[in-house]
């Protein structure tokens, strides 16, 4: 079945950086669309970025584009997320979720569990 | 864009039916049939209960069931049962970036 693994969280002031991972398995990385999800404390569900099957194509919600960088390594079945200039509003639950397409598609067919950043001073 | 609007809690007696609403505009609930909603129990992995508005995955309870009318859509769940205490939010599809809009987000008390 498929199963989607977060790590890479963890504590960091404002201004630093994080690299967000997410292992993939049970499906064929490669041929489908990969997003990052984020959950602040308290709050609801934020759409945070998506890569394209291949790689070649990506898009950032505005309250991230120019900070993080979403790739994938689709030779190790791993998605990531490169977060830099940290602000205390990106604290939250990152989860990564997988599109039902290579392309973006319309929802989210698996999800995993989420990992934790925190960003403090 | 805005989040899309649902109740903060609902709740209902075993064997009941009970629906959750999300409102949004034009732009994403009402202007695409893309809408999809998901169960997500604290400290596990969301899950995808509707798709497109009315499609179930497989492995899905037909116990829980998608509608819309108009900007809102619904997702109903019948003969509720102790394991549906969750959240739930809606995922819409939206015509402008960002293209994915999530609802605020319901607590199901049973």
């Known amino acids: 079945q498929v199963q989607l693994v977060e790590s890479g969280g963890g504590m960091v002031q404002p201004g630093g950086s994080l690299r967000l991972s997410c292992a993939a398995s049970?499906?064929?990385?490669?041929?489908?669309?990969m997003h990052w999800v984020r959950q602040a404390p308290g709050k609801g569900m934020e759409w945070v970025a998506f890569i394209q099957y291949d790689g070649r194509n990506s898009n950032y919600a505005g309250s991230v584009q120019g900070r993080f960088t979403i790739s994938r390594d689709n030779s190790k079945n791993t998605l990531y997320l490169q977060m830099n200039a940290l602000r205390a509003e990106d604290t939250a639950l990152y989860y990564c979720?997988?599109?039902?397409?290579?392309?973006?598609?319309?929802?989210?067919?698996?999800w995993g569990q989420g990992t934790l950043a925190t960003v403090s001073s | 864009q805005t989040a899309l609007t649902q109740p903060a809690s609902v709740s209902g007696s075993p064997g009941q039916s009970i629906t959750i609403s999300c409102t949004g505009t034009t732009s994403d609930v009402g202007g695409y049939d893309y809408v999809s909603w998901y169960q997500h129990h604290p400290g596990k992995a969301p899950k995808v209960l509707i798709y497109e508005v009315t499609n179930r995955p497989s492995g899905v309870s037909t116990r829980f069931s998608g509608s819309k009318s108009g900007n809102t859509a619904s997702l109903t769940i019948s003969r509720l049962q102790a394991e549906d205490e969750a959240d739930y939010f809606c995922?819409?599809?939206?015509?402008?970036?960002?293209?994915?809009?999530f609802g605020t987000g319901t607590k199901v008390s049973v």
């Open positions: 979720a997988k599109s039902h397409l290579a392309v973006s598609g319309n929802f989210f067919d698996s």
């Open positions: 049970g499906f064929t990385f490669s041929t489908y669309g």
């Open positions: 995922l819409s599809y939206a015509s402008s970036s960002p293209r994915y809009v």
